[in-house]
């Protein structure tokens, strides 16, 4: 068992959320448990009774109760809080009764700098553009989608949408204009927002071209609004600040549980990203009971510095649902220098400060000390997800940004809009592990054939439902591709691509990703679209790309190409294939290294073998990760065993 850096006093255990929590299951269904494994063997067995609680103790508004919990449990196909009626929008504006005054939302910008909103301004905003959006045609079922920064606007786009009833769905700015086109064309949006440009790391990023030409591929888009930032309002666009002073009443459509709130993408190895659907519903009691593992109340002061495409923007709003004030943070992490959103930390004087992983070993490795540059008195609590975080970094934090501090290191995924293992504010940090299986979240470790293990490396699987596993795939009309992401490998059951190992008292680490998914500092993205870039260039044939992030290793993505006939690989070429990721994708996922092969290792039907090759650059026999009979062209495998080799040997 690891090493215990942190535990937490007998007063701030007693005084937790997740503390008051027992004692209300206690009160109401006259239940006691010996300890946290106890509660959670509770919440996973007895589904109706565990989220009945969880209702009750967050006091879900609804304006028509559920008939029953768990109208189906099977796996895909759960079906939850069959009538119930109720709005995510209401459940997060609620706080604004009797705090108007109050802080709701602190955003901090490269571009516009610090902006605070109140509980009764963002009530007043968020009314305002939805009555605006309702003007333009958009109604319940509609979609509304923005590419734009992790700012307040991104937040009242949401909230205005979803109190129409109607879906919500972001893109960052920073990525390539097929990535965005690839996901909104989709979902036929009807509105789309976004800001002209912006500022990161000092440098003014126009994107007005870029933005054209996105509206021109959508054209299920009735009205494009803008927020000018570089240049002026183009004709026929509706201005952003324009939309937000009407004075009227706050209304919230009441809609049925599983009525779509946003759709967020999680792309698979093969076609367009993956349009991921969740309802109102499974995101209030989801994001209730995180808060929870956060420990979150009313009181707090909550960042988690993210971008707006990867889903812990979403997760922000965890926060803002318990009447917390959240702080945003839109810039460069390191601009000026690594310090710089430690000094937003003290400045904001935070309670509760997220990142991913990589941050964290960002300024481990460029040896800052926050707890010597800044004024850290007020932070009780840490996150991290995204990646694996290593024990190096949890020592980085208790030595070098306070001792005492709660660090609860969380991992989950886009999928679910959740977190499979988390911290516990009652329970002690050990060096490396999460401290447990999140309430509700039926989680394990699998070995190939289904079984389960106990303190060793295998497949992280859920297998009882959860409210805020996707309703379903938009497009995905027979329900195929949903099976194929998640249940194809053990029927009825969960499968999520991490490995995990998970000891007999429910602590876990997290080792990386087990399929071919990319995975670049938090941001996960399917191989598809690199090949999408990558193969568009006439100067290349074919390309493999894989990510090895494994827990103690340095995360490094090599591209393999093959490049046409008579092209030369050169740095030429090299830099061609990066402009081209970077344009079309992003710059998070340029490559490593870009390696020339002679052909690309493909089974008989065709399919690139990712994930054998990985298993192979992992450290894997080359006898048992591929079968070479199952290959079209197995001697292309030599040379990747010979480059595992040269990458052993180095």
């Excluded at 975080?389 to 995924?413: C, F, M, N, Q, T």
């Excluded at 039926?442 to 859920?462: K, Q, R, S, T």
């Excluded at 680490?509 to 990558?534: C, F, H, W």
């Amino acid at each position: 068992m690891s090493r215990i850096l942190w535990s937490p006093t007998q007063e701030r255990a007693d005084a937790s959320t997740m503390a008051a929590f027992e004692r209300f299951v206690e009160e109401k269904r006259d239940l006691t448990f010996e300890d946290y494994n106890a509660m959670w063997q509770w919440s996973v067995s007895d589904l109706e009774g565990f989220w009945a609680s969880i209702w009750e103790f967050f006091d879900v508004h609804a304006s028509a109760p559920y008939t029953r919990i768990l109208g189906d449990r099977s796996m895909p196909g759960a079906q939850w809080c069959p009538g119930a009626m109720l709005n995510y929008a209401d459940n997060i504006l609620r706080h604004a009764e009797g705090r108007t005054e109050e802080t709701a939302i602190v955003s901090f910008s490269e571009t516009s700098g610090r902006k605070e909103l109140t509980w009764g301004e963002l009530r007043a905003q968020v009314a305002s553009l939805a009555a605006h959006l309702r003007w333009m045609g958009v109604e319940q079922g509609d979609r509304v989608v923005a590419v734009l920064p992790n700012t307040e606007v991104a937040l009242i786009s949401l909230l205005a949408t979803a109190s129409i009833g109607a879906a919500w769905s972001l893109c960052a700015p920073d990525m390539g204009q097929v990535a965005i086109v690839d996901r909104f064309k989709q979902i036929a949006p009807k509105v789309f927002i976004a800001q002209d440009g912006y500022v990161h790391a000092g440098k003014t990023i126009d994107r007005r071209e870029v933005l054209a030409q996105i509206n021109a591929e959508l054209p299920s888009v009735v009205q494009f609004v803008t927020l000018p930032i570089v240049g002026d309002l183009p004709e026929g666009h509706v201005a952003w600040d324009s939309l937000l002073h009407d004075d009227v009443p706050f209304e919230a459509t009441q809609v049925p549980f599983d009525q779509p709130l946003w759709i967020v993408y999680s792309s698979g190895t093969t076609g367009n990203p993956k349009p991921i659907v969740h309802g109102h519903g499974g995101i209030i009691l989801e994001a209730a009971k995180q808060s929870l593992h956060h420990d979150l109340t009313s009181k707090d002061r909550f960042c988690w510095l993210t971008s707006s495409g990867w889903i812990m923007w979403n997760a922000q709003w965890t926060a803002l649902g318990q009447g917390a004030t959240v702080c945003m943070y839109d810039g460069a992490p390191n601009h000026p220098d690594m310090l710089a959103v430690w000094r937003f930390v003290a400045d904001e004087k935070l309670t509760y400060f997220g990142a991913g992983a990589a941050f964290f070993a960002g300024c481990l490795k460029t040896g800052v000390t926050p707890r010597d540059a800044v004024d850290l008195s007020a932070l009780r609590s840490l996150g991290s997800t995204g990646s694996p975080l290593s024990a190096d970094a949890y020592d980085w934090i208790y030595r070098d940004v306070k001792e005492d501090v709660w660090l609860a290191p969380i991992s989950g995924g886009t999928d679910l809009a959740g977190a499979f293992v988390l911290g516990h504010p009652g329970m002690p940090v050990r060096a490396g592990e999460m401290q447990c299986r999140a309430l509700g979240n039926a989680v394990h470790a699998y070995d190939p054939l289904g079984n389960e293990l106990i303190g060793e490396v295998g497949e992280l699987v859920c297998t009882q439902p959860l409210p805020s596993m996707p309703l379903f795939f938009w497009g995905d009309d027979d329900g195929t591709r949903l099976f194929e992401s998640y249940y194809n490998t053990y029927p009825g059951i969960w499968r999520h691509g991490d490995w995990i190992s998970i000891d007999e008292n429910g602590a876990s680490v997290i080792y990386g990703r087990s399929d071919a998914t990319i995975n670049r500092k938090g941001l996960r993205l399917g191989s598809a679209e690199i090949y999408q870039a990558v193969e568009g260039l006439e100067d290349v044939l074919d390309s493999l790309v894989v990510d090895l992030e494994f827990l103690g290793r340095e995360s490094f993505m090599p591209l393999f190409v093959v490049p046409a006939e008579g092209v030369a690989f050169d740095d030429a070429l090299k830099d061609k294939i990066n402009h081209a990721i970077r344009a079309g994708v992003s710059a998070r996922f340029i490559p490593n290294e870009i390696v020339q092969v002679a052909e690309i290792p493909r089974t008989l039907s065709g399919k690139k073998l990712e994930v054998p090759v990985k298993k192979l650059l992992l450290g894997g026999d080359p006898a048992s990760v591929v079968n070479r009979d199952s290959m079209a062209n197995p001697a292309s495998f030599d040379f990747f065993i010979a480059y595992a080799k040269a990458r052993a040997n180095a």
